[in-house]
Structures are given as structure tokens and as C-alpha cells.
């Protein structure tokens, strides 16, 4: 069994790998793999317009899919363990409606927390509002005779508050930043830069092993609230240490890039298929799927059409419906 799991998470690894590399090699430029090669590994000895492609654009578009994938795929299988449900992920209960909301402010009403630099306006605005929506999670996790269900119903009612300011706000907006702002909402990796990608890939491996370090813990409680309480799991204490991690990384990478659905509900989905319910493979697993379909689909939204860079949120979502009506429907015993 352990052998098993190990192979699949290489595999994974292996297919990673190689989305990465179609991601970086496949393009409109018409430069060969070859010298993509020669000008990543002798970036000074190119023309600026090819150093321009290869380290403005290319590499920091593969890299940033990795990275929002890993945060997304690790966020979204602590969340459904914590909350029990596996239809909850930091898309479907609220952080990505917040994080639009936050980057409505910015774009339509210029609102932004004083001192903030002007090309950080919208990721530091969507950043708070997005955070802010999961520890109003925490907040009703925590009242009296809340239980997982309460935490679900309120994190779509969020959802829905929130897309109600967002869409007031565009009644209001003028035709560019409404152009902006719907913009936005798709998802892109092409707001990817480098210090994005240094700031969301130094939070994973900060949080990473603080989340596997938990893996016992979120296993049993996998098992049921009783059984883990009477193994000596103290399940608040739990809860509330796995809702900042996913905080921190969910916020971040939607305010980097945008509104990205269906990563955190569908990658732990398939990692538990894979490798079961033990999180000391399922955590890593996630983080792994997630890195794989994101990779997967940036490949896709930049060589569907031609010459055109397809919003990646618009691919995933398309990816997650299915999925996601596949798990409601087995939910109600339907298929």
C-alpha cells in the first residue's frame, strides 16, 4: 500500500514535469525548445524581446500555475476535512466573492488602504477581504451550538452577499473599470510577477509542513468528531490552526491571480481517490493534483485559440463543473 502511494505521487510529480515544460515550451513566439533553452540558461547573450518572453512571461506563468495550484490543492482538502463536507473548498464558501469584492473597491471606487503601492492596490485589497471572510468562518465556528453545517450555510450566504456588492458596484462602474473588474474576475495568470510568485511559493513551504505536521490529528478527525475526541484530539484547537493556514494561502493566491474555481474542491477529490483518506499522502497529494490541473490548464487557455490567453479561471471552471455535479449528485444517491 505504501509503495503504492509513493508511486502515484511520482507519477504525478513525473506529470507535472511535463505540463511545466509544455507550458513553458509551447507558445505563439515561434522560438524552438532549443533556444528557450540557450536564453533561460544565458538570459544576457539573448535579444531583450526574447529575454522579455522567456523571464517575463513564459517562466513566470509556469511557475505561478505551480504555486496557485499547490495553495489551492492543500487549502481546499483542509478545508473539506475540518468541515466535513466535501463540497467545501475556498471557492464555494466565500474567499473568492471577498477577494472580488475587495478588487471591486480598488478598481471602481479606488479605495485602498493607505501607503500601499499603486501596482499592489488590488491583490492587497482582495487580500483582506478574502482573508477577512474566513476568519468570520472562524468566528461562527466558534459561537456556541455551531456546528459544520452552520459554517457551510454561512459561508454561502457569503458567497451570495458578496456577489450582490459586486454587481452593485458594476451598475455604478464606468465602462473601463467594469472592463477591468470583469477582467479580474475571470482569473488569469497573467498577472503573474516575480515577486508574486516568491511571496505565495515562500507561503507553501512555510505552511506545507505545518499542515503535514497535523496530518494525524486532521485523519482522525477524518474518522468523526467522537472518535477523535476520544483519542485526545482537541478539535477547536484543530480547526481554528487549519483555517489560518488555509486563509493565508487561499487569499493569497486569489488575490495574486484572480478568481480561480473548482481547484481546491476538485484536486482533493482525486488525490483521496488516489491515495486515500490518510493525510499524511492525501495533504501532499492535494497539493500535487492541484499543481497538475493548474499547470494543465494554462497549457490549455494558451493554446486553445491561437494567439489568444484565455482567462484560466474560465478553463477551470469548465474542468470542475463536471466534477462537481458528479459529487452532488453522488451526495443524493442519484448515480
Same mark, same amino acid.
Given at each position: 500500500?505504501?509503495?503504492?502511494?509513493?508511486?502515484?505521487?511520482?507519477?504525478?510529480?513525473?506529470?507535472?514535469?511535463?505540463?511545466?515544460?509544455?507550458?513553458?515550451?509551447?507558445?505563439?513566439?515561434?522560438?524552438?525548445?532549443?533556444?528557450?533553452? =540557450?536564453?533561460?540558461?544565458?538570459? =544576457?547573450?539573448?535579444?531583450?524581446?526574447?529575454?522579455?518572453?522567456?523571464?517575463?512571461?513564459?517562466?513566470?506563468?509556469?511557475?505561478?500555475?505551480?504555486?496557485?495550484?499547490?495553495?489551492?490543492?492543500?487549502? /481546499?482538502?483542509?478545508?473539506?476535512?475540518?468541515?466535513? $463536507?466535501?463540497?467545501?473548498?475556498?471557492?464555494?464558501?466565500?474567499?473568492?466573492?471577498?477577494?472580488?469584492?475587495?478588487?471591486?473597491?480598488?478598481?471602481?471606487?479606488?479605495?485602498?488602504?493607505?501607503?500601499?503601492?499603486?501596482?499592489?492596490?488590488?491583490?492587497?485589497?482582495?487580500?483582506?477581504?478574502?482573508? /477577512?471572510?474566513?476568519?468570520?468562518?472562524?468566528?461562527?465556528?466558534?459561537? @456556541?451550538?455551531?456546528?459544520?453545517?452552520?459554517?457551510?450555510?454561512?459561508?454561502?450566504?457569503?458567497?451570495?452577499?458578496?456577489?450582490?456588492?459586486?454587481?452593485?458596484?458594476?451598475?455604478?462602474?464606468?465602462?473601463?473599470?467594469?472592463?477591468?473588474?470583469?477582467?479580474?474576475?475571470?482569473?488569469?495568470?497573467?498577472?503573474?510577477?516575480?515577486?508574486?510568485?516568491?511571496?505565495?511559493?515562500?507561503?507553501?513551504?512555510?505552511?506545507?509542513?505545518?499542515?503535514?505536521?497535523?496530518?494525524?490529528?486532521?485523519?482522525?478527525?477524518?474518522?468523526?468528531?467522537?472518535?477523535?475526541?476520544?483519542?485526545?484530539?482537541?478539535?477547536?484547537?484543530?480547526?481554528?490552526?487549519?483555517?489560518?493556514?488555509?486563509?493565508?494561502?487561499?487569499?493569497?493566491?486569489?488575490?495574486?491571480?484572480?478568481?480561480?474555481?473548482?481547484?481546491?474542491?476538485?484536486?482533493? =477529490?482525486?488525490?483521496?481517490?488516489?491515495?486515500?483518506?490518510?493525510? @499524511?499522502?492525501?495533504?501532499?497529494?492535494?497539493?500535487?493534483?492541484?499543481?497538475?490541473?493548474?499547470?494543465?490548464?494554462?497549457?490549455?487557455?494558451? $493554446?486553445?485559440?491561437?494567439?489568444?490567453?484565455?482567462?484560466?479561471?474560465?478553463?477551470?471552471?469548465?474542468?470542475?463543473?463536471?466534477?462537481?455535479?458528479?459529487?452532488?449528485?453522488?451526495?443524493?444517491?442519484?448515480?
Amino acid at each position: 500500500m505504501l509503495r503504492r502511494r509513493v508511486l502515484v505521487m511520482a507519477v504525478i510529480m513525473g506529470l507535472i514535469a511535463c505540463s511545466v515544460t509544455l507550458d513553458f515550451a509551447l507558445g505563439p513566439s515561434g522560438l524552438s525548445p532549443a533556444r528557450l533553452l =540557450h536564453i533561460l540558461l544565458h538570459p =544576457h547573450d539573448a535579444p531583450a524581446g526574447e529575454s522579455v518572453i522567456v523571464w517575463q512571461i513564459r517562466l513566470p506563468y509556469a511557475l505561478m500555475a505551480i504555486c496557485v495550484g499547490a495553495a489551492l490543492g492543500l487549502s /481546499g482538502a483542509e478545508m473539506q476535512t475540518i468541515l466535513a $463536507n466535501p463540497l467545501a473548498s475556498p471557492f464555494t464558501l466565500g474567499v473568492s466573492a471577498a477577494a472580488a469584492f475587495g478588487a471591486s473597491l480598488a478598481i471602481i471606487l479606488q479605495w485602498h488602504i493607505p501607503g500601499v503601492p499603486e501596482t499592489w492596490i488590488v491583490s492587497t485589497d482582495a487580500f483582506v477581504f478574502s482573508i /477577512g471572510s474566513v476568519f468570520l468562518l472562524d468566528l461562527v465556528s466558534r459561537l @456556541r451550538g455551531s456546528g459544520t453545517g452552520t459554517v457551510v450555510l454561512f459561508g454561502i450566504a457569503l458567497v451570495f452577499m458578496f456577489h450582490a456588492l459586486v454587481s452593485l458596484l458594476q451598475f455604478i462602474a464606468s465602462e473601463d473599470a467594469l472592463q477591468d473588474l470583469v477582467f479580474w474576475t475571470m482569473g488569469s495568470l497573467t498577472r503573474a510577477t516575480w515577486p508574486k510568485i516568491g511571496i505565495l511559493a515562500a507561503a507553501c513551504v512555510l505552511i506545507a509542513p505545518l499542515s503535514f505536521r497535523a496530518a494525524w490529528r486532521l485523519t482522525v478527525l477524518r474518522m468523526g468528531e467522537e472518535r477523535a475526541a476520544s483519542l485526545g484530539v482537541d478539535i477547536p484547537r484543530v480547526r481554528r490552526a487549519a483555517l489560518l493556514r488555509i486563509s493565508i494561502l487561499s487569499a493569497l493566491a486569489v488575490s495574486f491571480v484572480g478568481t480561480i474555481g473548482f481547484i481546491g474542491l476538485v484536486a482533493p =477529490h482525486i488525490a483521496r481517490r488516489l491515495l486515500g483518506e490518510d493525510h @499524511r499522502f492525501y495533504l501532499p497529494g492535494s497539493m500535487l493534483v492541484g499543481c497538475l490541473i493548474m499547470s494543465l490548464s494554462s497549457v490549455a487557455a494558451r $493554446n486553445i485559440i491561437p494567439g489568444v490567453i484565455i482567462p484560466t479561471g474560465i478553463v477551470t471552471a469548465l474542468v470542475g463543473i463536471p466534477f462537481f455535479l458528479t459529487i452532488v449528485l453522488r451526495r443524493q444517491g442519484l448515480s
